[in-house]
């Protein structure tokens, strides 16, 4: 039998050691840079052109990688499963066995649900549950009818799908493998450490680089497709409380002044919160708009339509778990057919849409994830941040959407929700149950819930990306970097933003996500491999935890 040699605890990846690049990698944050910088660039100079280019690589890529996208998720879900039910998986810890978590349950579960989905319940609580009453593929194949009550419980099933358990898991895995590899291994918080139980030290050349290049980009246009879905809701907000007409066109979108303005008042502080660091202004915005969400969640959950919205919640959550298995590996192809095509259609611009965003969200959500993860067991990591977020997330589509909803039905909104922007929705929602003087307030509050999350995933994902371009290193990064990347991500969501709307940003995240993608599968893979490797290694004496425990305080 081979020898059972000690896991490998030492990455060394080259940085810089002075000037204005001192403790970055060069290759990886030069390279990023000139990426984006380019696609910024490319967008303004030849919007034509950088439009048509990019909607040709994403029809190519949802022609023929929409059930890769689709399997690939399924598995994430399964991988997740297994390493909780694993009892020789369950029980390790992210960091030494004597090791506690950092930071408490609420602060724990506040950065998580904040940095990873927290932007999206405002838009999509409403908006996601609305557009699936109207349409989704039970509505297309004629097993129902479209806002009708037949479809209500249809509405959630797919509702739920795209922001549950498929979701998380994909945050999870990501965040699992970065924590499991730099606090039990002593490797570098990055994204190549995850993969060297498959590719070992050659890691710390240009493999490595590719890997954390690919993770940078992924990073940059996920968050960019948050903000920009924010911005749009941010500039809705602001004209509803009465800022200015200006910030809007008149078909309700967001003006090129409106999305200029938000850019400025978001990225401004989320650059300075960035600048702040994680335990300082991430930690504590955080616990704002926790608190402003259970706030505006108990709201709607005694003022809204509750019983439309207890009936969402529990028969939802039951037909979702049933429903799950088939619609995790059910992929719509084309078939020439009305109702083939346009399955397909619907799953491209949804599912596959969604799997894309979560995926180039995951080394941003992972990595923090990791971060503010150390101490704990994979067994209550994974159930942490795959179950607990989901259920949030199932709650506020139920009372929200179940509301909105139920105006319809009842002809209290009259269409006025199916008409208003994906953006505006809420407030319309808002504004119909308090009238004039309380909906405005309501929506004064509301915005100020927005900013605070759009700001801690902007600046959550500034200091990601310097962690990566540092080569894991967590500590403070120089200012420059700091504001270079907050400068450069509202950028990305202007420029993108200004020259195609939401659609270029969508196209551009759903193309960087692919190489990505194939990075997440590697690490489930190393994963495993890791943790089998590891009990061998306690069968034989073999420490397998290389970290050195924190020195006392």
Not at 203 to 215: E, F, R, T
Not at 475 to 496: E, N, Q, Y
């Amino acid at each position: 039998m081979a020898k059972i040699e000690p896991p490998l605890s030492d990455l060394p990846i080259k940085t810089a050691d002075k000037g204005f690049y001192n403790g970055f990698s060069l290759d990886v944050t030069v390279t990023s840079k000139l990426a984006v910088g380019g696609l910024v660039l490319w967008a303004v100079a030849f919007p034509e052109q950088a439009g048509g280019v990019l909607g040709g690589l994403n029809t190519f890529i949802l022609a023929n990688f929409a059930s890769w996208y689709i399997y690939v998720m399924a598995f994430f879900v399964l991988v997740c499963l297994a390493l909780a039910i694993w009892p020789a998986a369950g029980k390790l810890k992210l960091g030494h066995d004597d090791e506690t978590p950092e930071f408490d349950n609420f602060s724990w579960f506040s950065m998580m649900f904040g940095a990873g989905i927290g932007v999206g319940m405002l838009t999509w609580a409403v908006a996601e549950p609305i557009y699936h009453f109207r349409n989704n593929p039970e509505v297309i194949q004629g097993l129902a009818d479209g806002e009708s009550m037949n479809n209500f419980m249809n509405a959630y099933q797919y509702s739920y799908l795209h922001w549950g358990f498929s979701a998380w898991s994909s945050y999870a895995i990501a965040g699992l493998a970065l924590g499991y590899f730099t606090y039990r291994r002593g490797l570098p918080l990055t994204i190549r450490s995850s993969l060297t139980p498959l590719f070992g030290s050659a890691l710390s050349g240009p493999l490595g680089h590719i890997v954390d290049i690919v993770a940078v980009i992924a990073t940059i246009l996920g968050v960019a497709q948050t903000l920009g879905f924010g911005v749009e809701q941010f500039v809705a907000g602001m004209s509803k409380i009465g800022i200015g007409d200006w910030l809007v066109t008149a078909e309700g979108n967001a003006s090129p002044a409106g999305i200029i303005v938000a850019l400025v008042v978001i990225m401004g502080a989320s650059t300075l919160s960035a600048l702040s660091g994680v335990g300082k202004g991430i930690k504590w915005l955080s616990n704002i708009n926790m608190g402003l969400s259970i706030f505006l969640l108990a709201f709607l959950m005694i003022f809204g339509s509750t019983w439309f919205g207890m009936q969402a919640l529990f028969l939802g959550m039951i037909d979702y778990i049933i429903a799950l298995p088939k619609m995790l590996f059910t992929v719509y192809r084309p078939d020439g057919t009305e109702t083939g095509d346009a399955l397909s259609g619907w799953q491209g611009a949804w599912t596959v849409f969604y799997w894309a965003w979560w995926v180039a969200f995951a080394p941003f959500v992972g990595l923090f994830l990791a971060r503010i993860s150390r101490g704990r067991t994979i067994r209550e990591f994974v159930l942490g941040a795959m179950i607990v977020p989901s259920i949030m997330c199932f709650v506020w589509f139920s009372f929200a959407g179940g509301t909105a909803i139920e105006m319809e039905l009842s002809g209290v909104a009259d269409g006025a929700i199916f008409g208003s922007t994906d953006g505006a929705k809420i407030f319309t929602m808002t504004g119909l149950m308090l009238g004039d003087v309380l909906g405005w307030c309501m929506a004064v509050i509301i915005v100020i819930l927005l900013m605070t999350y759009l700001v801690t995933s902007a600046d959550s994902a500034v200091l990601i990306v310097n962690t990566i371009n540092a080569a894991g290193d967590e500590g403070p990064k120089a200012r420059p970097h700091i504001i270079f990347w907050g400068v450069t991500l509202g950028l990305v969501v202007g420029a993108l933003l200004l020259v195609g709307g939401l659609t270029a940003i969508q196209t551009a995240m759903v193309i960087g996500a692919l190489p990505f993608s194939v990075v997440m599968l590697l690490m489930c893979l190393g994963l495993f491999k890791a943790i089998y490797r590891d009990g061998l290694r306690a069968r034989h004496g073999v420490p397998s935890v290389t970290v050195e425990m924190p020195p006392a305080e």
